[in-house]
């Protein structure tokens, strides 16, 4: 069993930056690759970012490039989100969700694990 812990969101002002936490526990879970998605209030759950298990290759959502940059620490057993230049328009819930077998796609269906979510709220 694998299990996803979020945390690093908060109320930040348009501009700031947050890094966002994914603690992740569980057998083998160094071998799967992680991704971010958010959902936004009355939106879909929309792909942000993901990395494969050595930290090697990212892919990000093309809105999210430029801003995003996720990353991981395997001694951690932790992925990371850092965002930069905030934007009232990412106020939204991010998720991290894991692949056993280190899915590198912006589909939710390809993740089998995923976390409780961390509020991020950006203001103008």
């Known amino acids: 069993q694998v299990q996803l812990v979020e945390s690093g969101g908060g109320l930040v002002q348009a501009g700031g930056s947050l890094r966002l936490s994914c603690a992740a526990s569980?057998?083998?879970?160094?071998?799967?690759?992680i991704s971010w998605f958010r959902q936004a209030p009355w939106k879909e759950r929309e792909f942000a970012a993901v990395?494969?298990?050595?930290?090697?290759?990212?892919y990000y959502a093309d809105p999210m490039k430029g801003r995003f940059t996720i990353s991981r620490d395997n001694a951690k057993n932790t992925v990371y989100l850092q965002i930069d230049s905030l934007k009232p328009e990412d106020t939204a819930v991010y998720y991290c969700a894991a692949s056993s077998t280190n899915a590198l796609r912006a589909s939710s269906e390809s993740y089998e694990y995923w976390g409780q979510g961390t509020q991020v709220t950006v203001s103008s």
């Open positions: 990395i494969n298990w050595r930290g090697t290759i990212t």
């Open positions: 569980g057998r083998a879970v160094n071998t799967y690759s």
